[in-house]
């Protein structure tokens, strides 16, 4: 089992864009014109109204929901563990993808 679970992992590593939601499960998207994110596509990917753009430690983008806290958003462990901020955590769902992905 434990095998599985880390083909699992290195499968998504691999993807170039994922959604991480608030429940642990990541899935893997692609942007819908197959080459950057526009924006009404990335609010949908992740339920929100106004995004916040973090650059990630592996130089890829964490695209989070600006409001999520006011809006008490459930905390997402698996993204902030990602995020790895020791005095913040991420809310609501993210997409983290390339810098060349975003527009």
Not at 43 to 57: G, N, P, Q, T, Y
Request: aromatic share 4%; with cysteine; proline share 3%.
């Amino acid at each position: 089992m434990e095998n599985v679970e880390n083909k699992k992992s290195a499968d998504l590593a691999a993807v170039k864009a994922k959604v991480i939601r608030v429940n642990g499960e990541t899935e893997p998207v692609e942007p819908e014109n197959g080459m950057d994110f526009q924006l009404d596509e990335v609010k949908r990917l992740i339920s929100c109204e106004w995004i916040e753009v973090v650059r990630l430690a592996d130089g890829k983008l964490m695209v989070m929901d600006e409001e999520g806290k006011l809006l008490r958003k459930r905390c997402n462990l698996k993204a902030s563990e990602i995020y790895n901020h020791p005095y913040d955590v991420i809310v609501g769902d993210v997409l983290v993808c390339n810098a060349d992905q975003l527009r």
